[in-house]
T-cell receptor, first 109, second 113 residues
Framework: GQNIDQPTEMTATEGAIVQINCTYQ??????LFWYQQHAGEAPTFLSY??LDGLEEKGRFSSFLSRSKGYSYLLLKELQMKDSASYLC??????????WGAGTKLIIKP | DGGITQSPKYLFRKEGQNVTLSCEQN?????MYWYRQDPGQGLRLIYY???????QKGDIAEGYSVSREKKESFPLTVTSAQKNPTAFYLC????????????FGDGTRLSIL
């Protein structure tokens, strides 16, 4: 079966660093995506990992361990505009996305 | 600017009524998708289409119908058979290549009157 777990909600302070974890169990794996979604808006693509390791893109980095079924999104130098939900999705053997429920990130001044 | 346009932003459905949600893209993407988003749940796939005049059911197709007569357009009809239609509906498209990211429209929020 397919299962993706993310924390429901996290709180962090402006200027700090936060790590959002995602664990998955899928019958096939063709990579993992992270999206950002502000309330009532479209999800926007952040990153894609298919090989183990860390991918850095500005203030955002994404890590993947295929053997552990684990990924995290690391956000540095947090800004108030980073308050949003962060969605983890794996791509299965049919190249369809399986979505986690999302992690709501609250940034406090 | 290229993008995906969903309309309307808000929609209300009366009992026994069918309603159609519009999705148009000018990204020249072949693949298009419809998802439903409910609080506390991940996006769930309703229907998808990989080419004009062809579409497949997703995980929760019951009570919904689609058409793909043009590459740019993938409208979703929520029929009266869908007993719990209140949700946020998202349309997405994807360019060529299996592992391309999906790009989303701004969504339509559907409520029951």
């Amino acid at each position: 079966g397919q299962n993706i777990d993310q924390p429901t909600e996290m709180t962090a302070t402006e200027g700090a660093i936060v790590q959002i974890n995602c664990t998955y169990q899928t019958s096939g794996f063709n990579g993992l995506f992270w999206y950002q979604q502000h309330a009532g808006e479209a999800p926007t693509f952040l990153s894609y990992n298919v090989l183990d390791g860390l991918e850095e893109k500005g203030r955002f980095s994404s890590f993947l361990s295929r053997s552990k079924g684990y990924s995290y999104l690391l956000l540095k130098e947090l800004q108030m505009k980073d308050s949003a939900s962060y969605l983890c999705a794996t791509m299965d053997s049919n190249y369809q996305l399986i979505w986690g429920a999302g992690t709501k990130l609250i940034i406090k001044p | 600017d290229g993008g995906i346009t969903q309309s309307p932003k808000y929609l209300f459905r009366k009992e026994g009524q069918n309603v159609t949600l519009s999705c148009e893209q000018n990204l020249n993407h072949d693949a298009m998708y419809w998802y439903r988003q409910d609080p506390g749940q991940g996006l769930r796939l309703i229907y998808y289409s990989q080419i004009v005049n062809d579409f497949q059911k997703g995980d929760i197709a019951e009570g919904y119908s689609v058409s793909r007569e043009k590459k740019e357009s993938f409208p979703l009809t929520v029929t009266s058979a869908q007993k719990n239609p209140t949700a946020f509906y998202l349309c997405a498209s994807k360019g060529q290549g299996d592992v391309q990211p999906q790009h989303f429209g701004d969504g339509t929020r559907l409520s029951i009157l």
